[in-house]
């Protein structure tokens, strides 16, 4: 079974810093896009930024500059790490993964969620 556990959130003052990492395990056999997603209370899941297995990164216009995604193939690891954060940055925050099986099969992996909260 293939899944992905995240770690890294928490509270957080605002101006502060945070660093998300996302990790898959299981029988996967490549790993194509790895993206941060997040959702606030009331409002729709939203990307943050991707990377892709070349190394392309893309950023929300509203964390342009203050996020950095990065990958580590070898560990199956996604990060990101957030700056000067700001109230407006609290939600749970979703890695998600473009995964290839080692039986040959495209899927989506999502996980399970991390909080960040920024105040206070």
């Known amino acids: 079974q293939v899944q992905l556990v995240e770690s890294g959130g928490g509270l957080v003052q605002p101006g502060g810093s945070l660093r998300l990492s996302c990790t898959a395990s299981?029988?996967?056999?490549?790993?194509?896009?790895m993206g941060w997603y997040r959702q606030a209370t009331g409002k729709e899941r939203e990307l943050v930024a991707a990377?892709?297995?070349?190394?392309?990164?893309n950023y929300a216009d509203s964390v342009k500059g203050r996020s950095t995604i990065s990958r580590d193939n070898a560990n199956k690891t996604a990060c990101l790490q957030m700056n000067s954060l700001k109230p407006e940055d609290t939600a749970v925050y979703y890695c998600?993964?473009?995964?290839?099986?080692?039986?040959?099969?495209?899927?989506?992996?999502w996980g399970q969620g991390t909080l960040v909260t920024v105040s206070s």
């Open positions: 998600k993964f473009a995964v290839l099986t080692v039986k040959f099969r495209f899927a989506e992996l």
């Open positions: 990377i892709t297995s070349d190394g392309t990164t």
């Open positions: 299981g029988s996967i056999f490549r790993i194509d896009r």
